[in-house]
């Protein structure tokens, strides 16, 4: 079955499924083993990845090749953030095709011009394409895709580029006319106040989703609350807990002068090799083995 026809029977059952973000096919391995219904193959965590700002500065082959790499050693479905989608609306047919064909559930593609500005920054330019032109967008993603399952979910910056809320419900309407699965609607306020208001003045059809970074109390429950939201992505968490743990293994070796102090607090090599599954693959290898090889 369809990835994206998983996680839509998913979301069926539960309400609410929820996906945390990934980097790297290990952390995508986390993320199945925590027990999350999804993967975000997030853009803001590759680029932070190699040490670059999310300003539309990797390819879509860079991406792309991690997703792959991930659909290789997860079963868990993956929605890639494909950003503006590289382009016009004939980039977006070529995405679509490579991502469903690589394997994901579904993209989410935003409303902003190309290159964009990463949301969460401060100030930052955040121009928007026409709606009409996003809606062409969507409307190109829908007829790439092969399988009716995979998801295309629209994105709107409208919050974030300060327009408002009237245009954002205005342009979220305009994308769900376009054919969109999902509506996530993006806002960097501190205070939930903001994305509160837009999921309530929300009638449209299709389920919300939202990515609370910038404002954590707005917990699942809190979520949930509304009957309006059908998808949580945790956008970095995964790259964030990441950098937290190595810098404070680094120092304290680099202070202590050795490994000594920190064995205990970080994973076992034995976990590593079990996370790799080694010892199943050495299994499989194992009766073609011959000579010394
Ligand atoms: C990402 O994780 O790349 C996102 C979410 O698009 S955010 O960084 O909050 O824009
Ligand atoms: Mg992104």
Redo the contacts with the bound molecule.
């Keep these: 079955m369809n990835q994206g026809t998983v996680l839509r029977g998913r979301m069926k059952e539960r309400g609410l499924v929820r996906l945390m973000?990934a980097h790297s096919p290990l952390s995508a391995i986390l993320v199945q083993e925590a027990g999350f219904e999804g993967v975000?193959a997030?853009?803001?965590?590759l680029s932070a990845l190699y040490g670059l700002p999310?300003n539309g500065l990797l390819t879509m082959t860079q991406h792309l090749e991690m997703v792959r790499a991930m659909v290789a050693r997860i079963s868990l479905p993956i929605i890639a953030?494909i950003d503006t989608g590289f382009g016009n609306a004939s980039n977006v047919i070529h995405a679509i095709e490579e991502y469903e064909r690589a394997g994901a559930a579904g993209v989410v593609m935003e409303d902003k011009t190309f290159p964009k500005t990463?949301?969460?920054a401060g100030g930052g330019r955040h121009d928007l394409v026409e709606a009409a032109e996003f809606q062409g967008k969507v409307e190109a993603a829908i007829a790439a895709r092969k399988d009716p399952g995979f998801m295309v979910i629209a994105r709107t910056e409208a919050l974030i580029a300060g327009l408002g809320e009237a245009e954002a419900l205005k342009r979220a309407k305009a994308y769900e006319a376009a054919g969109a699965d999902l509506m996530f609607v993006?806002s960097k306020a501190k205070d939930p106040g903001e994305i509160e208001s837009f999921v309530r003045r929300w009638d449209g059809a299709i389920p919300l989703v939202l990515?609370p970074?910038a404002f954590p109390e707005m917990n699942e429950q809190r979520i949930r609350q509304s009957g309006k939201v059908g998808m949580v992505i945790y956008?970095?968490h995964g790259i964030r807990a990441s950098v937290t743990a190595m810098r404070s293994v680094f120092r304290q070796v680099a202070e202590e002068g050795g490994i000594h102090g920190v064995q205990d607090r970080i994973a076992s090599v034995d976990e590593i090799f079990r996370l790799q599954r080694m010892e199943e693959r050495g299994k499989i290898a194992e009766p073609f083995l011959r000579g010394g090889g």
């Design positions: 973000a975000w997030s853009g803001f965590e999310d953030d990463t949301s969460l993006h990515v970074t956008g970095n």
